[in-house]
């Protein structure tokens, strides 16, 4: 079965780092996405690891261990426009079937 | 470009009644996948779609849900009849082509459903 944890909730200040974990359990792996969904709108696509090592663009970032099973997004110089949700999903066995994560709700505060 | 188009993006309506969503996919994209996201989970893939064929619908309640894709562009989804536990925004999203890895996923606005 696929299982992906995440933390449900995160609170951070404008113009701080916060870091969103992710961890995975999947029968197969073939990449995982980091999508931002803010509320009451359609996610987005924000990054795409497939091999071991961290993957930059931005402001945001995103690090995945195929190993350990883990993933993190970071999200550096926050914005009150990054008060959003961010969702894990993960590409198991062969196909494009996306399983989600239950996603983390980020705050930021002025 | 045009985005992944769905309607209505709302809909309210009374347990046992039946309702119907319509998605249309980016141009040219040959796979599309409906999700049910319930308020404050992330989505669940309900039925996969390549072309008009389907890929994947192990998570569609089959006894209430169906969907089609006869034309392999636009596609509906319905419930009938709805249960209080259908309220959810259901996401219409497509891709390219069904390869394993990357293969980025494009959504829709959703449609918003709430049963009474």
């Known amino acids: 079965g696929q299982n992906i944890d995440q933390p449900t909730e995160m609170t951070a200040t404008e113009g701080a780092i916060v870091q969103i974990n992710c961890t995975y359990q999947?029968?197969?792996?073939?990449?995982l996405f980091w999508y931002q969904q803010h509320a009451g709108e359609a996610p987005t696509f924000l990054s795409y690891?497939?091999?071991?090592g961290l993957e930059e663009k931005g402001r945001f970032s995103s690090f995945l261990s195929r190993s350990k099973g883990y993933s993190y997004l970071l999200l550096k110089e926050l914005q009150m426009k990054d008060s959003a949700s961010y969702l894990c999903?993960?590409?198991?066995?062969?196909?494009?079937?996306?399983?989600f994560g239950g996603g983390t709700r980020v705050l930021v505060k002025p | 470009e045009a985005g992944v188009a769905q309607s209505p993006r709302y809909k309210i309506i009374e347990k046992r009644q039946s309702v119907a969503f319509w998605c249309n996919p980016i141009?040219?994209?040959?796979?599309l996948y409906w999700y049910q996201q319930i308020l404050g989970q992330g989505p669940k893939l309900l039925i996969q779609?390549?072309?008009?064929?389907?890929?994947?619908d192990s998570q569609l309640p089959k006894d209430r849900f169906s969907a089609e894709r006869l034309k392999g562009v636009d596609s509906t989804l319905k419930i009938q009849p709805a249960k209080l536990e259908d309220s959810a925004v259901y996401l219409c999203?497509?891709?390219?082509?069904?390869?394993?890895?990357?293969?980025?996923?494009?959504f829709g606005p959703g449609t918003r459903l709430t049963v009474l």
């Open positions: 690891n497939v091999l071991d």
């Open positions: 141009s040219g994209h040959a796979t």
């Open positions: 999203a497509s891709s390219v082509t069904r390869l394993a890895g990357y293969n980025e996923q494009f």
């Open positions: 779609f390549q072309n008009n064929g389907v890929v994947d």
């Open positions: 999903a993960v590409i198991g066995a062969a196909g494009n079937k996306l399983t």
């Open positions: 999947t029968s197969g792996f073939n990449g």
